[in-house]
């Protein structure tokens, strides 16, 4: 069983940054992606990012392309999403999940594993 623990959330005003980080509980294996959702109020969770453990390939939301970054630390088991130019629109719970299928796609009935989510607010 995979533990996912995020933080770093938190207010900012419009332009600003966030970082956040996920850390895993456990061992990262092979076939292991980690991946970035969220989920504003009244709104269905949306896809935001994702990273493959091994290659280090992405795939990322095409709201979010050019702003966010995803990236991995190995040795910490540890995922992190850096949140560059926040807009009010991305206001949200950013939930961190993981998958064991190779999977860096938006369907998130795929990640297996998920976090308990960390609030985002972006004020204009």
């Known amino acids: 069983q995979v533990q996912l623990v995020e933080s770093g959330g938190g207010s900012v005003q419009a332009g600003g940054s966030l970082r956040l980080s996920c850390a895993a509980s456990s061992r990262t294996f092979g076939g292991y992606a980690m991946g970035w959702f969220r989920q504003a109020p009244g709104k269905e969770r949306d896809f935001v990012a994702a990273i493959l453990w091994n290659s280090g390939n992405t795939n990322y939301a095409d709201s979010v392309k050019g702003r966010f970054t995803i990236s991995r630390d190995n040795a910490k088991n540890t995922v992190y999403l850096q949140m560059n130019s926040l807009e009010p629109e991305d206001t949200a719970v950013y939930y961190c999940?993981?998958?064991?299928?190779?999977?860096?796609?938006?369907?998130?009935?795929?990640?297996?594993?998920w976090g308990q989510g960390t609030q985002v607010t972006v004020s204009s």
């Open positions: 999940a993981a998958n064991y299928l190779n999977y860096i796609g938006s369907r998130g009935g795929f990640y297996a594993y």
